[in-house]
């Protein structure tokens, strides 16, 4: 009898997210790994109840910011690849602008890293009345990454890094030193109140995120970004063209929907591109060769019959 009663009570005490957790997210030990945070943070409670209260309402997050970024995702993973930081910096992205490359703050920050124009400014990115390259995919992607990798070369970890990117280095730094560690499950602690709770919930979100966006990957054999789409997951790269040019001059040479490509270039404020400018036009990789034959024969063309 006292056998059954301590095995009943055994049951009734254990943690059912404990035992489920591990199984719904395979793979959470490479999203964890990945931020260097420790593994046994998927055993915090406090985290554990974050994931299975949004956890329905993020998947469904996750898919419609898939489908709203498929023209962007492939290019955003290559030049993380390029640059040697971690793809999970996407679910960075993903919460601060769920791939709205259109995207804009309360606070006046745009595009799919949200820069603010201060920030924008001093990393070099353009922002006038004619440009503004916080909407450029590629531009963009690249100078958040060098970003990414300013404030980790002051705070030191990866996961403090994009908590950083929410609320500054300095306010990091300050609730690191207040929490005597660094340890994320002390640090986001919600009775301590060590930091602010709005960047709690941010890194608990981009966690939630990756471990979504890595199970679905996990389970299906995916790639991440790789959803098929008329240009079949192309790349994009960057072209140079004269100043004056219309992009529905250019989606017509490309045989593109002009709106597809207007979507890849939206740091042009107009629909063409600016007199002395050396702005460039985000094309698919697969219609390069197309540019290059076409776009160039018919300015040399062009040029031969205004010399007659």
Not at 184 to 202: G, Q, S, V, W
Not at 262 to 279: E, G, Q, R, T, W
Request: proline residues 3%; glycine residues 4%.
């Amino acid at each position: 009898m006292r056998y059954y009663i301590i095995l009943i009570f055994s049951i009734l005490t254990i943690n059912p997210l404990k035992a489920d957790i591990i199984n719904d997210f395979p793979s959470y030990n490479y999203v964890f790994n990945e931020l260097g945070i420790r593994e046994d943070y998927i055993y915090n409670p406090d985290f554990q109840k974050f994931v299975y209260k949004n956890r329905k309402k993020y998947t469904k997050i996750f898919i419609r910011a898939m489908n709203r970024g498929r023209l962007i995702i492939p290019t955003m993973r290559e030049l993380m690849y390029r640059k040697d930081i971690s793809p999970i910096f996407i679910y960075l992205a993903m919460v601060e602008s769920g791939f709205k490359t259109h995207a804009v703050s309360t606070s006046s920050a745009g595009g799919l890293w949200q820069f603010v124009r201060a920030t924008a400014v001093d990393e070099h990115l353009r922002v006038d009345e004619m440009i503004d390259e916080r909407y450029d995919p590629i531009k963009a992607t690249n100078v958040a990454i060098d970003y990414l990798y300013k404030i980790h070369n002051r705070v030191g970890k990866w996961y403090l890094t994009a908590m950083a990117y929410n609320c500054g280095a300095g306010c990091v730094e300050r609730s690191v030193e207040k929490a005597g560690t660094a340890d994320l499950a002390t640090l986001i602690d919600p009775k301590a109140d060590y930091i602010r709770e709005e960047t709690r919930k941010y890194i608990k979100k981009i966690l939630l995120f990756a471990m979504i966006g890595e199970n679905y990957l996990f389970k299906r054999g995916d790639n991440l970004g790789v959803m098929k789409y008329k240009y079949d997951n192309d790349l994009l790269v960057p072209v140079r063209v004269k100043g004056g040019e219309y992009l529905r001059n250019i989606a017509s040479i490309l045989q593109m929907d002009f709106y597809i490509l207007k979507k890849m270039n939206l740091h042009l404020k107009k629909d063409f591109i600016p007199l002395n400018s050396d702005v460039n036009v985000n094309i698919p990789a697969s219609r390069l060769q197309m540019f290059y034959s076409r776009y160039y024969h018919r300015s040399l063309l062009k040029e031969a019959l205004n010399r007659y």
